[in-house]
Structures are given as C-alpha cells and as structure tokens.
C-alpha cells in the first residue's frame, strides 16, 4: 500500500473513533461557584476623623476653634479661627474639610449640616447670627442644634446623653427659602413671619403638618421642601460610623471624639 494513502486512512479512522466515543459519552455537568454571600459593612473601630471643636453659640469668643485630623495625609487643622483680615477660616477648613464630607464620587460620608455647624467658630459671629444659629438643652439631656444656611433649615439632635450618632443619628435638612448673590436670605412666611432669619419660627420650620411645595416668593422659581434626613448619602462608597461627644454648658458648645470610616464594598 502506498504510505501516504495508508496515512490518510489512518487519521480518518482516529477522527471517526473519536466522534463516536463523544457522540456515545455523555457531558459532565460542570459545578458553578455560588457568589460570596453579601455581608454588611463592619466598622473596624480605627480612628479616621478625629474631631475637637469648641462655638460659644452666644456672643463673640475669640477662643473658638475646630480642630480635626484623619486617614488622609495633609488634610487637617489645629486650632482653626477666622482670619483677623479675611474674616475665613485661617487655616482653610472650609475647604479641606471636604476631603472626608466627600467621597471620590462627590457623595456625602456624614451629614453635611453637621460640617455648616463646624464653620461657625472659624466665621465672625455674625455669620451664626444671620444664619439664626440656636442651640439647646432639653431637661433629659438632648442637645439640639438648628441653623438655616442658604435658605435651608438644618437640625442636629443627640441623644439623652450628649452624644452625636453615626451614620443613623438625627440630622435633618428642609428647604425654606433662598438666596441670591450675597443675600440676604429670603425665607417663605410659613416659616418667618417677615421672611427673614431674623423671625424664623423653629416649631413652623420643623412641623410636618405644614407643607412644602409651595412658591417663596411670587415671581421667583423657589420652593419650600418638606423634611429629610441629613446624613450620609446610602450609596456613597464609605460612610462614617461611631459616635461623638457634645456638650452644651453656659452658651460653650463642644464637640469632640473619634470616627471610623467603613467601606460599603
């Protein structure tokens, strides 16, 4: 026989015992790996902000201050005050405190009441007095916050014992009014009887019998809102969790204490 044609039916021989082999077998099936199941985030206790504050939320004090340092390198402040000549913060914190309010996706890790209420005691006084900044004590124990920035009401509650929560504390925001350029405020007179923070009524702005929606002012595109929660944002990619410790003696409002940042994934 020639090789070559003995070759050639050889191999065709081997090709056809191997489709019958396969056409005779059947597959195996093939075991699929189950996905991780879904775990909820858990704080590791580390310190990542460190907070240290302290507003007299009464009259001028030049020994205000807000103090905060974290995880990230370069953004902190010591000691922060206004700037005798600018009249901002000295240090900055303004702006670099961002870095832990934001994410890298511009989401909110805490509430961002709470960083307004920081930047009082780097502001001249009279920004607290034109934002109507209130601050009390109740007869077990809760300390309560409120300001209106921007023509949006913020609210800061702790518990009976002073202290802040993260990320499920009280924090609350509600849209009542607006302001352009350099203001001043122009509040709805569901809230203020003048529409102005001067006469801002605190029980109206949190009663949520009243309404929002409705127009501020005839002729300009501005509504009031209805009351949500201010904290962080659910789908920023960490938030923080922990606790701070607030206390309110004497017009002295301080505020100090340790948070954990937590990855959501």
């Given at each position: 026989?020639?090789?070559?044609k003995?070759?050639?039916a050889?191999?065709?021989?081997?090709?056809?015992?191997?489709?019958?082999?396969?056409?005779?077998?059947?597959?195996e099936?093939?075991?699929?790996?189950?996905?991780?199941?879904?775990?909820?985030?858990?704080?590791?206790?580390?310190?990542?902000?460190?907070?240290?504050?302290?507003?007299?939320?009464?009259?001028?004090?030049?020994?205000?201050?807000?103090?905060?340092?974290?995880?990230?390198?370069?953004?902190a402040?010591?000691?922060?005050?206004p700037?005798?000549?600018?009249?901002?913060?000295?240090?900055?914190?303004?702006q670099?405190?961002?870095?832990?309010l934001?994410?890298?996706?511009g989401?909110?890790?805490?509430?961002?009441?709470?960083?307004?209420?920081?930047?009082?005691?780097?502001?001249?006084?009279e920004?607290?007095?034109?934002?109507?900044?209130?601050?009390?004590?109740?007869?077990?124990?809760?300390?309560?916050?409120?300001?209106?920035?921007?023509?949006?009401?913020?609210?800061?509650?702790?518990?009976?014992?002073?202290?802040?929560?993260?990320?499920?504390?009280?924090?609350?925001?509600?849209?009542?009014?607006?302001?352009?350029?350099?203001?001043?405020?122009?509040?709805?007179?569901?809230?203020?009887?003048?529409?102005?923070?001067?006469t801002?009524?605190?029980?109206?702005?949190?009663?949520?019998?009243?309404?929002?929606?409705?127009?501020?002012?005839?002729?300009?595109?501005?509504?009031?809102?209805?009351?949500?929660?201010?904290?962080?944002?659910?789908?920023?990619?960490?938030?923080?969790?922990?606790?701070l410790?607030?206390?309110?003696e004497?017009?002295?409002?301080?505020?100090?204490?340790?948070?954990?940042?937590?990855?959501?994934?």
């Open positions: 026989m020639n090789t070559k003995f070759g050639v050889l191999i065709a021989v081997i090709v056809l015992a191997v489709v019958a082999l396969a056409g005779c077998s059947k597959t099936p093939v075991a699929v790996a189950e996905a991780p199941a879904m775990t909820a985030p858990v704080s590791d206790g580390s310190e990542d902000l460190k907070i240290d504050y302290r507003l007299n939320v009464a009259a001028p004090d030049p020994e205000n201050f807000f103090s905060f340092s974290g995880n990230i390198r370069y953004m402040v010591d000691m922060d005050q700037d005798e000549n600018t009249g901002a913060s000295a240090q900055g914190s303004t670099v405190f961002h870095a832990y934001y994410d890298v996706e989401k909110t890790t805490l509430s961002a009441g709470l960083r307004g209420l920081f930047l009082f005691a780097v502001n001249p006084f920004v607290a007095e034109g934002d109507a900044l209130d601050a009390s004590k109740a007869s077990d124990g809760t300390i309560t916050v409120q300001f209106v920035h921007r023509g949006s009401a913020y609210r800061i509650i702790t518990d009976e014992n002073g202290k802040l929560t993260f990320p499920d504390g009280q924090y609350q925001r509600r849209n009542i009014g607006y302001i352009q350029g350099g203001g001043p405020q122009v509040l709805s007179t569901d809230f203020s009887a003048d529409g102005t923070s001067a801002i009524d605190w029980d109206k702005v949190w009663d949520s019998g009243i309404a929002g929606g409705k127009i501020v002012t005839e002729g300009v595109d501005r509504k009031t809102g209805d009351i949500v929660p201010y904290g962080a944002q659910p789908d920023s990619l960490y938030y923080f969790d922990g606790t410790d607030a206390a309110l004497n017009d002295i409002l301080t505020i100090n204490g340790a948070l954990t940042a937590v990855p959501r994934r």
